[in-house]
């Protein structure tokens, strides 16, 4: 009788840990507006040994708006759910491989004005069971995620930026410190999707790591470790 009890009340904390945390991380956003993304592509013209051949780093854009359907299919690369499982947190297998299905990443797209047809400027962030993206910040942000970055022009004159965050706690929870590794390695693996995607989409893309970590965290009005901005755009010919 005791060992059931002893089980039952470890259960209890447990859930307890887990719903303290879910909501920590429910709450920690105020959503502006919620809008439903474009079912992404699954074929294109460009094979993935082309586009491996082709990829590059691209810091120089012209001034012209992506689609939507360019944020549709951007945010599908990076975290997209390719097999829906109702029994993972994330809600499915994603796009990119993650230690033990933990998926520490959120991804983030910073909407500079007129960046994207039809999209108001802000920072939008995604949300891939459903594949819809939510507004948490209204304005252009633009000139302060350049600031952030150590000055790197072509971060205010990217059209967008997509920003990576990580919580560590989803994936160290189960691996200890050597999650904080595993991490590190999921952020590889969707930078370089973002960048395989930009070249079947026609668009130019950098990752950089180099910024203030807190003034990130401020930008996007989260308490997250940003790992990644990335700034999207056409390639200037």
């Not at 691209?58 to 360019?70: A, F, G, Q, S, W």
């Not at 047809?117 to 209204?138: F, N, S, V």
């Not at 350049?146 to 990217?158: M, P, T």
Request: charged share 25%.
């Amino acid at each position: 009788m005791l060992i059931i009890s002893t089980f039952i009340a470890v259960g209890l904390i447990g859930l307890s840990i887990f719903w303290t945390r879910f909501k920590i991380e429910k709450e920690s956003k105020k959503i502006e507006l919620k809008i439903k993304l474009p079912q992404p592509s699954y074929r294109s013209e460009t094979s993935i040994e082309e586009a491996l051949k082709r990829r590059r780093s691209i810091r120089e854009y012209e001034d012209k708006p992506l689609t939507i359907k360019h944020v549709s299919q951007l945010f599908w690369a990076a975290q997209g759910v390719t097999k829906p499982d109702p029994w993972l947190r994330a809600g499915g297998f994603k796009t990119a491989p993650s230690a033990g299905a933990t998926y520490p990443l959120e991804v983030y797209m910073v909407v500079k004005k007129g960046g994207v047809e039809g999209l108001e400027p802000g920072i939008y962030h995604y949300l891939p069971k459903t594949h819809e993206i939510e507004l948490i910040k209204r304005g252009d942000y633009s000139k302060e995620l350049r600031k952030a970055a150590l000055d790197q022009e072509y971060v205010e004159a990217a059209p967008v930026n997509m920003v990576i965050t990580a919580i560590y706690e989803r994936t160290t929870g189960r691996y200890g410190d050597r999650g904080i590794r595993y991490v590190h390695m999921e952020v590889g693996h969707v930078g370089e999707n973002i960048y395989l995607q930009c070249v079947s989409l026609g668009l130019g893309c950098v990752v950089i790591g180099a910024f203030h970590d807190d003034q990130v965290k401020e930008i996007l009005g989260v308490d997250e470790a940003p790992l990644y901005i990335i700034p999207i755009g056409f390639r200037k010919s």
